[in-house]
């Protein structure tokens, strides 16, 4: 019997259904084997990686320690050439995450020192994280404040003239142990671990090192346990034993030291200019004894802007620097 068109028609749409879902039904059980694969996939790279970091991680803690011990050696050593040359043993505390990691060595060395905070110009939120938290720091302060210096002397310090430096940070004639470090700026990748004012016992204090270390140095012998380590380190060792340390670091600022530090960059000045906005009244007082010129250009400033020209090297600021310290006076400065 014939089949009418009405059911040849009927007959070829059915088959082409089925083939259809056919179809359909084989893409959505190969997608289903993909994302099955994918997923097994991900998970084994995920395994994998989680165990290199757990080999990275071992290894970190490996090498931390190794420096830990090499530093608290090297301190117990200091201690002992401090003894033979009768000096007193200081620890130069600044607040900051080295001299934090030092402190926190110094004391494991199971030695007795001094540990000192000589503050010059640093913010009082630092001057009480120490009263709080390192309760056992002595501070130090010289009768001369850091703008009445600058007044006195006529002269703004900078990197080559560092004379802040010396009237509040470098007078002691005693063993100092510092938390310098050589990766932290380009002119400190010479420092070397140990430093002395007089070169006459150089030898003998490699030979106790076993090392090429010595370097002259503006106090009598000077120690710098932690010369060698990264930032890495310094911040492992501190999360490690869960030291307490400043809120700025948690504020995006790299070091902890003076405001108006010509040392530092403008970029950390700045941090403070927003914090303390009265800080521009300086530019008052520099007016008073400075022509407010850049030599190299001969360009002349206003004390406003002087004072960031000064804070940034002797340069001008970027634009987007410009802009920062408009804002944060809510007018034209530059």
């Not at 990691?101 to 905070?117: C, D, G, M, Q, S």
């Not at 530090?261 to 970029?267: G, I, K, R, V």
């Not at 002349?300 to 020209?309: D, N, P, R, S």
Request: with cysteine; net charge positive; glycine share 2%.
């Amino acid at each position: 019997m014939k089949k009418t068109k009405k059911q040849k028609s009927n007959y070829r749409n059915k088959k082409q259904n089925e083939a259809q879902n056919e179809k359909q039904k084989n893409k959505k059980q190969k997608a289903h084997y993909r994302n099955k694969n994918t997923k097994h996939a991900k998970r084994k790279l995920k395994q994998k990686h989680s165990k290199i970091n757990k080999m990275k991680t071992l290894q970190q803690n490996m090498f931390l320690e190794l420096k830990v011990q090499e530093a608290i050696v090297n301190i117990k050593k200091f201690a002992h050439i401090a003894q033979l040359e009768d000096l007193n043993l200081e620890l130069g505390f600044s607040g900051g995450k080295d001299s934090i990691v030092i402190y926190h060595l110094t004391k494991l060395a199971n030695i007795k020192f001094t540990p000192i905070f000589n503050y010059a110009f640093e913010d009082m939120d630092i001057v009480n994280f120490i009263k709080q938290n390192y309760p056992d720091i002595q501070i130090h302060k010289k009768p001369t404040h850091y703008l009445k210096l600058i007044q006195q002397t006529k002269l703004l310090p900078s990197q080559q003239i560092r004379y802040c430096c010396t009237y509040y940070k470098e007078q002691s004639q005693n063993a100092i142990i510092t938390g310098v470090r050589r990766y932290e700026s380009r002119g400190r990748q010479n420092r070397k671990l140990f430093g002395i004012k007089y070169k006459k016992n150089t030898k003998k204090y490699n030979d106790i090192f076993i090392s090429e270390c010595t370097e002259q140095s503006q106090n009598k012998l000077m120690l710098r346990p932690i010369i060698n380590w990264k930032d890495t380190d310094v911040w492992q060792y501190i999360y490690q034993n869960k030291l307490p340390y400043p809120n700025i670091y948690n504020q995006g600022q790299k070091r902890c030291g003076c405001m108006l530090c010509p040392l530092a960059t403008l970029d950390h000045n700045i941090f403070y200019f927003k914090k303390k906005p009265a800080l521009i009244n300086f530019a008052k007082k520099i007016a008073e004894f400075s022509d407010l010129t850049i030599k190299k250009t001969n360009k002349k400033y206003t004390a406003e802007q002087y004072i960031f020209v000064w804070l940034n090297h002797f340069k001008e600021p970027s634009e987007k620097q410009k802009q920062t310290i408009n804002n944060i006076y809510n007018r034209i400065i530059f």
